[in-house]
């Protein structure tokens, strides 16, 4: 009778187990399923369909942020142009790691990376490009003489041998400035903040918590007229083009885009929001 007491509880045991296996595996199955139901291609007929278009930014000037009881942000007042002409809805999204929004791309998290992107050769390969938005330049940022105890601003590149530069994570400086370092023969040191925008590093040189900074021209334009002690004159790189960009298999997307801006220019609206932020 005792034997027969374990048999039972052992087969009572082996059953719960296999029960709870066969849910394991069921609900397995079910998360691939979602999984690959996620990355398929999400073009523009699906965002029509669902009258949705989901953008990624930065929260900064550039991008989108709160300014009291409005939302303000150069990338964010094109997308509601577009809006406006598309009749969709735009849904915003933050993210002010480069990478990672390449990422939320890769991962049908968001339809477009709305930032001003430099378009290498190299990321030219794994994305589609709007025609170019804006062009811009890397720049050094620094504190001007009178902020500076009388020290001048540097302005010869080969000036940066030696020096410290810090930069945001994922920028596009630091290949740049690594070809920097080998065109003057000396070493630049370079620092990846994985904390801090642009924004922030010019804040943080203005301060003088740190002597130097790369960041895009455009955003040190919108630092300066917040922050009268830093320089922006000394050019890094030479100027570029800078694109939204899109997964490979969106090209209606691309061309829905590209077709939006060219109406925002044309009927002067771009004009209006570029000024407003970096004139």
């Known amino acids: 009778t005792t034997d027969l007491m374990k048999s039972r509880k052992l087969i009572r045991v ?8 066969v849910a394991t595996m069921t609900m397995l199955c079910r998360l691939k399923i979602i999984s690959q139901t996620e990355v398929l291609p999400r073009d523009y007929p699906t965002i029509e369909e669902e009258k949705i278009l989901r953008l990624v930014t930065e929260y900064n000037q550039s991008g989108y942020y709160v300014a009291g009881d409005t939302i303000e942000g150069f990338q964010y007042e094109l997308s509601i142009a ?13 993210e002010m790691s480069l990478a990672e929004s390449f990422d939320m791309l890769e991962k049908n998290k968001c339809d477009v990376i709305a930032r001003n992107i430099p378009i290498t050769s190299e990321i ?21 003489e009178k902020a500076n ?14 020096k410290t530069l810090y930069i945001p ?7 740049r400035l690594q070809n920097l370092g080998h065109e003057i023969g000396d070493t630049i040191y370079v620092i990846e903040d994985e904390l801090y925008s642009g924004e922030q590093l010019a804040i943080m ?8 900074a790369v960041c ?8 300066q007229k917040q922050l009268p002690e830093i320089d922006i004159k000394t050019d890094i790189s030479f100027t570029q083009l800078q694109s939204w960009a899109v997964r490979k298999d969106c090209p209606i997307l691309l061309d829905s885009l590209n077709s939006w801006l060219d109406q925002i220019r044309k009927n002067g609206t771009f ?9």
């Open 149 to 162: 105890k009388g020290f001048k601003p540097i302005r010869n590149q080969l000036d940066l041998a030696g």
């Open 169 to 175: 994570k994922d920028s596009p400086a630091q290949l």
């Open 124 to 144: 030219k390969e794994k994305y589609l490009f709007t025609e170019p938005i804006i062009l811009d330049k890397q720049v050094l940022i620094q504190r001007t």
């Open 205 to 212: 040189v203005a301060k003088g918590d740190i002597d130097y």
């Open 82 to 94: 577009i809006a406006q002409l598309s009749g969709m809805e735009i849904q915003t999204l933050l």
């Open 216 to 223: 895009d021209q455009q955003t040190a334009i919108l630092s």
């Open 14 to 21: 082996y059953t719960g187990l296999l029960i709870m296996a």
């Open 271 to 279: 004009d209006k929001i570029y000024k407003k932020y970096y004139k």
